[in-house]
């Protein structure tokens, strides 16, 4: 069964481990203490020692955890990983996410690199889903996938205790998150945003960045380079008729965006695809 996990940076050493490939989610476990180099694939990745400790070093800084603690690192974020003992990772497509209006607003989570240590987080979780995702169980992927969805509300809750300010305009921010998911491909402006959520754009830009962690742009961006590759993953569409359909009015700025975030060019990006293929 093909994987849709794909490694895009970085040609990263990584000790042996034990996987299963499954169509939405992949889990593997490191047995030994090793590094990663500096990489990103399509996928959302949540790593979890189990015995002793791991680093995380991305956008955000490095993370050091604990056994059983939990780091979740988007879809396309560079990151790097130093393991002293056996650690477990798990990579689930997100691309769901954002066709749901109730599961978009976890989507916010999904802005950058963030660490749930173990006492926040339900008993057995990660023996949970191993045990789950080993089963045979023709439902046992859809169950792990649910999980996964209760660790992204976990980490929604966390994010928002850190950020206790954001939470009286949390309503309105996630408005406009949904607004972007659902108009990407159009023009969308700084000063459009800012009036349809009530405040003006200084302080709309800066409770943006506070909630998504990350700027306007950046996440818009991301958003329709998401789009941008699942079009060129999923379909026979041009790179240029990705490029129009997800947004971008010039093939030059499409390009470089496109590159930025994936690592590759669009035509190699769709090479690669068209390789794996065959």
Do not use: W
Request: aromatic share 8%.
């Amino acid at each position: 069964r093909r994987n849709m996990v794909k490694c895009r940076k970085g040609g990263a050493h990584m000790p042996e481990d034990r996987s299963i490939g499954r169509k939405a989610v992949l889990l593997r476990e490191y047995a030994d203490r090793g590094d990663t180099a500096e990489h990103c694939h399509s996928a959302v990745e949540i790593a979890s020692p189990l015995r002793g400790t791991l680093t995380a070093v991305c956008s955000r800084g490095e993370f050091t955890l604990n056994e059983n603690d939990l780091i979740l690192i988007p879809a396309d974020e560079p990151h790097a990983l130093s393991s002293e003992g056996a650690y477990v990772v798990i990579q689930c497509d997100d691309t769901a996410l954002s066709g749901n209006s109730a599961l978009s607003e976890l989507m916010t989570v999904l802005s950058g690199p963030f660490m749930v240590s173990a006492q926040d987080l339900p008993g057995g979780f990660i023996g949970e889903i191993r045990a789950l995702y080993e089963s045979s169980s023709p439902a046992a992927e859809a169950r792990v996938y649910i999980k996964l969805l209760e660790l992204l509300a976990v980490f929604a809750e966390r994010q928002t205790a850190y950020e206790p300010h954001i939470e009286k305009n949390s309503a309105k921010l996630r408005l406009a998150l949904n607004y972007i998911d659902k108009n990407y491909m159009y023009d969308i402006s700084l000063d459009e945003l800012a009036n349809a959520s009530g405040y003006c754009k200084f302080h709309f830009s800066r409770l943006f960045r506070k909630f998504s962690g990350t700027s306007l742009s950046d996440y818009l961006n991301r958003r329709r380079i998401r789009e941008a590759a699942l079009l060129l993953e999923k379909t026979d569409m041009t790179v240029t008729d990705a490029a129009m359909k997800s947004g971008f009015s010039s093939i030059t700025t499409f390009n470089r965006v496109f590159k930025s975030i994936q690592g590759c060019t669009p035509s190699e990006f769709k090479k690669r695809i068209n390789n794996r293929n065959y």
